[in-house]
């Protein structure tokens, strides 16, 4: 359960390998007045939210802050998204916390299976603020997925502005320019 129904209460833990789209999805979540935790591997999200290991599940005694919502890299060295997603659905006391995919690579056999694993969207990168409105029904409602679109496709009225080549690195520059790093194209 929620300790707060205020969206500032809400916190999303935030894993990503690449430095810059962990920035940008940073800056977009708290730009929607989410609290964020962001770490650069699957391993440091397990260590963040206490699952060491099966054996040894300790999540209530190492995690000071509650997570509602996970979003996660595909791809990333070592432990993947997917994997990361495994442990959390198998964890008994991690497996409610829904859990968001997102990948550059739009492969319809990887999305359709971290949607049959339990992850609740799956987003193409660049995320965008449209992707993070998603978010708010399954913060709000736990882990309701009723007939709610999945795969934030071009098709989608949401997305047909997206994406293109010029929009992701102006997207990208103006991140990085308010964590004070100048970039010009």
Known sequence: MDMSAEDHQFHVLAV???IIDRKLIERLLK?????VTAVDSGSKALEFLGLIDEEEEETNTRQILEVNLII??????GMTGYDLLKKIKES???KDIPVVIMSSENVPSR??????????EFFLKPVQL???????PHLMNGKGKENQPNINDT??????HQTTPETTAT??????ELEGIKLQL
Do not use: F, H, W
């Not at 730009?31 to 609290?35: D, E, N, R």
């Open 171 to 176: 997207n990208m520059c103006n991140v990085l």
């Open 72 to 77: 996660t890299d595909y791809c990333m060295p």
């Open 16 to 18: 990503d390998d690449s």
């Open 111 to 120: 999305i359709n299976r971290c949607l049959e694993e339990g992850a609740e």
């Open 92 to 94: 008994k006391s991690l």
């Open 31 to 35: 730009t929607s007045s989410y609290q």
């Open 130 to 136: 449209s992707d993070v409105n998603k978010l708010k």
């Open 155 to 160: 098709n989608t009225e949401a997305n047909k």
